[in-house]
């Protein structure tokens, strides 16, 4: 069975700092994973998406996770944090040949001015 | 253009009401869901449709019934609404069924008083 833990349910950095989210998996096949931003009062949109290419993903707005099977990880980072990243960030699982996306609790990133 | 619409964006209603709640994308997708996020911001799968069939259908209370006229619209019905159905529930679609990314609506804040 497919699931995503999301250490740190809140997590806060300075505006200009580097900002890590960290994502492990659990799932029986090569999973397709998945980075999405929920900003305030706002559905899910889509950051990165992993799916089975190449290890390192870059996304929107400047984010990137990296694929590592041996730890089964998939963590979010960004070099340096801007206001604008303040929201909830969720990663999520999909196995192969599976319509259903299994998501982690979700973590809240505060920038600190 | 709104990719994925839901209505209503909030939805107030009293204990053993009845109430819909609408789904339209425009995108040309196979596929639509309905998520249920709780208070903790636990995002859950609940249905899913492929071409106007029922694909995924989670542990829900039967009192939930989706329905698809066609494959651009989900609709999602609730009878006999009780207060843990509070929540924030979206609609989101995906062209094909492995779920490769996924594209939500805004949500429908459902408050049961």
């Known amino acids: 069975a497919q699931s995503v833990t999301q250490l740190g349910s809140h997590v806060s950095v300075s505006e200009g700092a580097l900002v890590l989210l960290r994502c492990n998996y659990s799932?029986?096949?090569?999973?397709?994973l998945f980075w999405y931003v929920q900003y305030p009062n706002q559905g899910l949109q889509l950051l990165l998406k992993?799916?089975?290419?190449?290890?390192l993903v870059k996304g929107i707005n400047g984010f990137e996770a990296e694929f590592k099977k041996s730890e089964t990880s998939f963590h979010l980072t960004k070099p340096s944090a801007h206001m604008s990243d303040a929201a909830e960030y969720f990663c999520?699982?999909?196995?192969?040949?599976?319509?259903?996306?299994?998501f982690g609790i979700g973590t809240k990133l505060q920038v600190i001015p | 253009d709104t990719a994925v619409s839901q209505t209503p964006k909030y939805l107030v209603t009293q204990m053993g009401n009845d109430k819909s709640i609408k789904c339209e994308q425009n995108?040309?997708?196979?596929?639509m869901y309905w998520y249920k996020q709780d208070s903790k911001k636990f995002l859950k799968i609940m249905f899913s449709?492929?071409?106007?069939?029922?694909?995924i259908n989670e542990t829900v209370p039967n009192r939930f019934s989706p329905k698809s006229p066609d494959k651009a619209h989900l609709n999602l019905h609730i009878n006999s609404l009780e207060l843990g159905d509070s929540a924030v529930y979206f609609c989101?679609?995906?062209?094909?069924?492995?779920?490769?990314?996924?594209?939500f609506g805004q949500g429908t804040r459902l408050t049961v008083v």
């Open positions: 799932s029986s096949v090569p999973p397709y």
């Open positions: 992993y799916t089975s290419a190449a290890t």
């Open positions: 449709y492929n071409n106007k069939e029922l694909i």
């Open positions: 989101a679609s995906s062209q094909r069924q492995d779920a490769t990314e996924a594209f």
């Open positions: 995108l040309g997708h196979d596929t």
């Open positions: 999520a699982v999909s196995e192969t040949g599976y319509q259903k996306v299994t």
